[in-house]
């Protein structure tokens, strides 16, 4: 089943892909989402993956691991909806999950 | 097996405070250690400001060029146009066909490699491989590099230390100009149909961008290279873990840059007196931020001075921090996940015949920093 997933970016607009497999990371870089670079190829390294979840969705994505809140711990504007998206692997769940792309800090 | 264990000269400094009072040029410079401390100043453009032309490298680079370098000797928000006008040409590694085309080049040097009793690595494989790569980033005629590769591991100073910078002024201008005539889709052509607040750039603005791009991108991927080259010399057994394990390469590239950490440390200048944890800097004086120190600080990289290839997280500052956090890391990190990937496929390593490393000598520490030269004999596979 296609999973369809919506990113906002800063600007306030949307990229919509309609059938997202892979990291959520790969899935933005792969649509140029304005924000995502993914710089490190998904190894918590440049934390340039930073998405924020919507909240209706926060159970269903689940929180980040030890390591990848150790890199969050360093950035500035996180809260508690924030995830590095190279870390979270899509699965049919996620049809119709919604994430912002982080200020850059 | 000699197992080489990297030196770090800013262990015990760092141990007593987060800065060092020291000099460079005649001058004081507060020499940011921690690195948490060193993160923060780097995202901190009014307090430590990049708007400090010939002052951002340390040494000063008076010397070697006559222009401010763009975008890195501006703060935003001026910054955030300019290096929005080049950013495109730094984000192509991720597309495919550089990928490929990046696949091909190692692949070609290093069967050339292989096929010689001896390769000298600065001069005959990573030169080479920085000046051809470059031209994809810059998408001029592979033949450029020609000319690329006969210039030094720095691009403004020869071995003496003596400035060539005025000649590589020249060939960038005449790029310019050739471009003004003939525009194509080239780095220069860009630069010269840009616009910076409705404007073009002016002719000193895009040698700006050009120099930059010149020397930022040499002797941090000559000597990532050579140091590269000369760990897994050092050890055979990294080769076989990653081909066991061919994702270890991602983290493997993280863990040889931070432990390469090829720029030392950049400059800042204080527009107001500040105090930078208790040393006390002067209006228009300079603090440095220092990558290699924050790379291996203990509180974030458990066993710093190891090498581990599974490192992760590995929130290192090889690249910078902050709005200029470097445009040339896709380039750069494609090059070394493709080094490693092709040294597996077509190596079993190979046998270290000599080495001469390079020493940066300055007030209050020595750092290792690569290699003047690294002699190596390819193993096939
Ligand atoms: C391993 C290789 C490299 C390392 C370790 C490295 C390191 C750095 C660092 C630390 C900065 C931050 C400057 C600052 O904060 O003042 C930087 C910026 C920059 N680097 Fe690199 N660099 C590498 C490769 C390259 C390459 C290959 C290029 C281009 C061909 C390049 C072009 C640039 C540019 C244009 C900037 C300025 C960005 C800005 O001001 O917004 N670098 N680099
Ligand atoms: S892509 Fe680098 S931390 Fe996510």
Known sequence: MPTKITFITQDGSKVVVEDAIGTLMEVATEHDVEGIDGDCGGVCSCSTCHVKVKREWLDKVGVADEIEQDMLDLEDETDERSRLCCQIEVVEEFDGLIVEVAPLS | ?381
Not at chain 2, 39 to 65: G, L, N
Not at chain 2, 173 to 187: H, T
Not at chain 2, 246 to 262: D, G, H, N, Q
């Open chain 2, 1 to 381: 097996m000699s197992n080489c264990p990297y030196h770090d000269p800013f262990k015990s400094a760092r141990e007593q405070k987060p800065v060092l009072a020291t000099e460079f040029d005649g001058d004081p410079v507060a020499m940011i250690l921690g690195f948490k401390e060193v993160r923060k100043a780097a995202r901190d453009y009014t307090t430590f400001s990049s708007d400090a032309p010939f002052r951002v490298p340390i040494p000063r680079e008076e010397d070697v060029r006559s222009m401010r370098q763009y975008p890195i000797e501006v703060d935003p928000p001026a910054h955030t146009e300019y290096r929005k006008i080049v950013e495109p040409f730094f984000r192509q590694p991720t597309q495919p066909e550089y990928i490929e085309r990046m696949e091909n080049l190692l692949e070609e040097l290093i069967l050339d490699a292989l096929e010689r009793d001896s390769i000298e690595i600065v001069r005959e494989f990573a030169i080479p491989l920085q000046s051809r790569a470059l031209t994809y980033l810059l998408n001029v005629p592979e033949s450029e590099a020609d000319l690329w590769t006969t210039w030094g591991t720095h691009v403004f100073r020869d071995e003496s230390g003596k400035s060539k910078g005025a000649e590589m002024e020249t060939y960038t201008n005449s790029l310019f100009d050739r471009a003004e005539a003939n525009p194509g889709d080239d780095f220069f052509s860009a630069l010269v149909q840009a616009r910076y607040q409705g404007r073009p750039l002016t002719r000193e603005e895009m040698q700006g961008c050009a120099n930059l791009a010149f020397a930022g991108g040499r002797d941090t991927i000559i000597n990532t290279v050579s140091t590269v080259m000369a760990y897994i010399a050092e050890h055979p057994e990294a080769l076989d873990a990653l081909r066991e394990n061919p994702k270890l390469v991602m983290t493997a590239t993280e863990e040889l840059i931070r432990y390469t950490s090829p720029v030392t440390h950049l400059g800042r200048m204080c527009p107001m007196d500040t105090d930078v944890h208790g040393v006390k800097v002067d209006a228009g004086k300079l603090i440095s931020l220092n990558w290699a120190s924050a790379n291996f600080d203990p509180t974030m990289f458990e066993e710093p001075e190891t090498v581990r290839l599974d490192r992760k997280p590995n929130p290192h500052i090889a690249f910078g921090n902050g709005a200029h956090n470097c445009l040339g890391a896709p380039h750069a990190r494609l090059i070394v996940r493709t080094l490693l990937k092709k040294l597996c496929q077509h190596t079993n390593g190979m046998t270290l015949l000599s080495a001469q490393r390079k020493v940066e000598k300055e007030a209050d520490y020595e750092r290792a920093n690569a290699y003047h030269e690294l002699k190596v004999q390819l193993i096939s596979k």
